[in-house]
């Protein structure tokens, strides 16, 4: 069966420091993993997927994330944050099934 | 803006009532996803549908149906609401039914049941 964990279910960053989103999946198959922001009152944005080619992978607005199979871990990183990088985070599994399995989501503020 | 509408944006209704969400998805995308999203059960992946067939079935209640029509827009049909209906409800649209396809997600509707 497939799952997505999230370590932290909020995480508070300053401006202009690391950020760190942790992210585990089981998965029984090679699968697709999706890092998506949902910021309030609006729909998931995608910030990046994972697929099989490279194991770093860069999105949008500076985030990028590392696959790791040997640790089954898919964590998001950005090197500087941002004011409007508070939001919630989803990490996200696909398998060969076509179903997609969503993490509970961890909230991003960030302290000015 | 994604491409993907949802209509209506919100939705306030009586429990035991029947309501009908609306989602057209971005132009050149077949697949169509349902999610509900509430508080205590996160985002729950209910049905997807790929170019007019039913492709996958999540958590979705016997309550709850869905269609996509040959236009490609689907309709998620929730009936017999009751107060734990009450949720976001996202559409998500991708251009195939692979899981390596990225999904384009509306900006929801909004349900409360009374």
């Known amino acids: 069966a497939q799952s997505v964990t999230q370590l932290d279910s909020h995480v508070s960053v300053s401006e202009g420091t690391p950020v760190l989103l942790r992210c585990n999946y089981s998965s029984s198959y090679s699968p697709s993993l999706f890092w998506y922001v949902q910021h309030p009152n609006k729909g998931l944005q995608l910030l990046l997927k994972?697929?099989?080619?490279?194991?770093l992978v860069k999105g949008i607005n500076g985030f990028e994330a590392e696959f790791k199979k040997s640790e089954t871990s898919f964590h998001l990183t950005k090197p500087s944050a941002h004011m409007s990088d508070a939001a919630e985070y989803f990490c996200v599994v696909s398998d060969y099934g076509n179903q997609f399995y969503f993490g509970t989501g961890t909230s991003l503020t960030v302290i000015p | 803006d994604s491409g993907v509408t949802q209509t209506p944006k919100h939705l306030i209704t009586a429990t035991g009532q029947r309501v009908t969400l609306r989602c057209s998805p971005r132009?050149?995308?077949?697949?169509v996803y349902w999610y509900q999203q509430s508080l205590d059960q996160g985002l729950q992946f209910l049905i997807q549908?790929?170019?007019?067939?039913?492709?996958a079935k999540g958590n979705i209640l016997e309550r709850f149906s869905a269609q996509q029509f040959p236009d490609l827009h689907s309709e998620l049909n929730l009936s017999s609401l009751e107060l734990g209906d009450s949720a976001l409800y996202f559409c998500?649209?991708?251009?195939?039914?692979?899981?390596?396809?990225?999904?384009?997600f509306g900006p929801g509707t909004r349900l409360t049941v009374t």
């Open positions: 994972y697929t099989s080619a490279a194991t």
């Open positions: 998500a649209s991708s251009v195939a039914h692979g899981s390596s396809y990225e999904q384009y």
């Open positions: 549908y790929y170019n007019g067939e039913e492709r």
């Open positions: 132009s050149g995308d077949l697949s």
